[in-house]
C-alpha cells in the first residue's frame, strides 16, 4: 500500500508525473487559513454532537492552531506528496497529536471541505477588495469636487462635442465604480453558505449540525442540497465575471488617462513617481500604469472564459475539474485588488491642466447645440436652427476663430433671429451652466452629484 492517505486500496503510490500534475499545494497555501478555521469549526460540532469528546475537541483545536502560527509564520514544510492543502495540514496534525488527528476528518470529504475554504476566502477577497473600490470612489469624488468648475470637451466619437466638467466626469467614473462595489456585495450575500456537512455528495451518517457550523463561521446560512453544495461554483464565475466588468472599467478609465496625458491633449499629467520612462527615448514619461491595467483586463476576461467553460461539461457532483478554478480565482483577485488600489493611491494626484483642457473644448465649437437652443428658444424649429448654426460653423472654420469670436452682424447673416445676447451661450461656461438638473454638467449639480456620491459611499 502507498503512504497516501487513501491509499488503502491502492497496490502503489502515483507516479512521480502523477504526483506532480495532480497536486495543487503549489497554488493554494492561501486557503490554509480557512481550512483551519473550518476544520475547528467542524470539530468543535462533532464534539458538541458527542462524536468526539470535549478534551479531544481541544487538543485537535490546539494543534490545528499551532500549525496555523506555523503557516503564518512561513515555516510549515508544505509537502507536494501530501497534494492539497487539506492534506497537509491533517497529516501534520497527526504527526503532532498523534492519533487524535485521525478523528478530525469524521463526517467530511475533502470535496465539502474544499468549497468551505474557497467561500471563506473569497468573502474576505471580496470584504478588502469593495474597501480599495470604496476608497477609488472617494478619490474620485474629491477629485470631481476639486475641478467641479473645470471646463473640458465632453466627446462623442472622440470628436469634440460639447463642453462638461472635469468634475462631471470623474462622477461618471464614480457611479460605475458604485455599481461594481454594489455588484461585489451581492455575489458576498449569495456566497456566504456553508457547504460543509455535504461530505463528499450525498450528506452523512452522523447526526451533524450545519446550522451550528455556519453561525460558527459566519454564514447566512447552509447550502441546502448536498450534490450542489459540493458541485457549485457559480459563486466563482459571479466573482470573476464583477471583476472582468471592474477591470472593463479601469481599462477605459486607462484609455482615457492614456489619451489625456498624450501632448496632444495635455488635459492632465501624472506624478513621476506613477510613471515610467524610456530605455532609448530620454525625453519620455509613460502613464505604464493605465496601459498595464488595460493589458489585464484581458487576463480577467480570460479567466472568466475559463470558468465558464470549466464548469460546463461537468456532470454532478464534485469532479477534479473544479481544482483548475483556483488559479483564475486567485490570479483574478490579485489583479483587480492590485489595479483598484493603484488607481486609488494614484487618482487623488491627477493634476489637471485647466488651460488646455478649456483650449481644445473652445477650439472644437463644443457651444454649437447652444446656439442651436437659442435660436429655438427665439422661435425657430430644431431642424432649421441645427442649419443655421452649420453654416455659423463653416464659416467659422473659414476665419479660422471660434463661434464666440464671429462678429454679431456675420452671425445675423445666418438669422435675424441672432442678437447681441447671443455671446452668453456662446461661452464655454455660460453652457455647461445652463446645464442645470439632476445629471447635468452645470458645477452646481456637480458639487451636489458629489455630495450625494459622498453620502452614499458613507451610508
Ligand atoms: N484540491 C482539490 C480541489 O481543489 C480538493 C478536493 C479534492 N477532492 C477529491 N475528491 N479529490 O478541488
Not at 354 to 368: D, I, L, N, P, V
Not at 399 to 425: H, N, P
Amino acid at each position: 500500500s502507498s503512504h497516501q492517505t487513501w491509499g488503502g486500496r491502492f497496490a502503489e503510490g502515483p507516479d512521480a508525473r502523477v504526483a506532480a500534475f495532480t497536486e495543487s499545494i503549489s497554488f493554494e497555501t492561501r486557503l490554509a487559513p480557512y481550512d483551519i478555521q473550518g476544520s475547528i469549526a467542524h470539530a468543535g460540532m462533532l464534539a458538541h454532537i458527542g462524536v468526539l469528546t470535549s478534551a479531544e475537541f481541544e487538543t485537535i483545536r490546539d494543534g490545528l492552531l499551532a500549525i496555523d502560527e506555523q503557516i503564518a509564520a512561513g515555516e510549515f514544510p508544505w509537502d507536494p506528496a501530501l497534494e492539497d492543502v487539506h492534506m497537509n495540514i491533517e497529516a501534520r496534525l497527526t504527526e503532532n497529536i498523534g492519533h487524535l488527528g485521525k478523528k478530525l476528518h469524521t463526517a467530511r470529504s475533502r470535496n465539502d471541505q474544499v468549497a468551505t475554504d474557497v467561500r471563506l476566502w473569497l468573502r474576505d477577497a471580496l470584504d478588502h477588495l469593495i474597501g480599495e473600490v470604496d476608497r477609488l470612489r472617494s478619490g474620485l469624488i474629491g477629485l470631481a469636487e476639486r475641478e467641479a468648475d473645470t471646463i473640458m470637451p465632453g466627446f462623442t466619437h472622440l470628436q469634440v462635442a460639447q463642453p462638461v466638467t472635469f468634475g462631471h466626469h470623474m462622477l461618471a467614473w464614480q457611479a460605475m465604480l458604485a455599481r461594481d462595489a454594489e455588484r461585489l456585495g451581492q455575489i458576498r450575500a449569495r456566497a456566504n453558505v456553508l457547504p460543509l456537512g455535504a461530505a463528499a455528495l450525498a450528506g452523512t451518517t452522523f447526526a451533524i449540525d450545519r446550522e451550528r457550523v455556519a453561525a460558527e463561521l459566519g454564514f447566512d446560512g447552509v447550502i441546502d442540497n448536498s450534490l450542489d453544495a459540493v458541485s457549485d461554483r457559480d459563486f466563482a464565475i459571479e466573482f470573476v465575471s464583477a471583476s472582468a466588468t471592474i477591470m472593463m472599467h479601469l481599462s477605459r478609465f486607462s484609455e482615457e488617462l492614456i489619451l489625456w496625458m498624450s501632448p496632444a491633449f495635455g488635459f492632465v499629467e501624472l506624478p513621476d513617481r506613477y510613471c515610467t520612462g524610456s530605455s532609448i527615448m530620454p525625453q519620455k514619461k509613460n502613464p505604464d500604469v493605465a496601459e498595464l491595467t488595460r493589458g489585464k483586463t484581458a487576463r480577467v476576461q480570460g479567466h472568466l472564459t475559463a470558468l465558464l467553460t470549466l464548469m460546463k461539461g461537468q456532470p454532478l457532483a464534485y469532479n477534479r475539474d473544479n481544482q483548475e478554478d483556483k488559479i483564475p480565482m486567485f490570479d483574478t483577485a490579485d489583479t483587480v485588488t492590485t489595479c483598484i488600489a493603484l488607481f486609488a493611491d494614484m487618482m487623488p494626484h491627477v493634476a489637471v491642466d485647466s488651460a488646455q483642457c478649456r483650449e481644445a473644448a473652445r477650439r472644437g465649437f463644443a457651444t454649437a447645440t447652444d446656439l442651436a437652443d437659442y435660436l429655438v428658444r427665439a422661435g425657430v424649429a430644431f431642424r432649421d436652427a441645427h442649419e443655421i448654426v452649420g453654416n455659423c460653423v463653416s464659416t467659422a472654420i473659414e476665419q479660422g476663430c471660434d463661434l464666440a469670436e464671429l462678429e454679431l452682424a456675420t452671425l445675423q447673416r445666418f438669422s435675424d433671429a441672432i442678437g447681441g445676447d447671443v455671446y452668453e451661450v456662446l461661452t464655454l461656461e455660460g453652457s455647461v451652466a445652463a446645464r442645470d438638473h439632476i445629471g447635468g454638467t452645470a458645477p452646481n449639480q456637480v458639487r451636489a452629484a458629489a455630495a450625494r456620491a459622498r453620502a452614499a459611499l458613507a451610508g
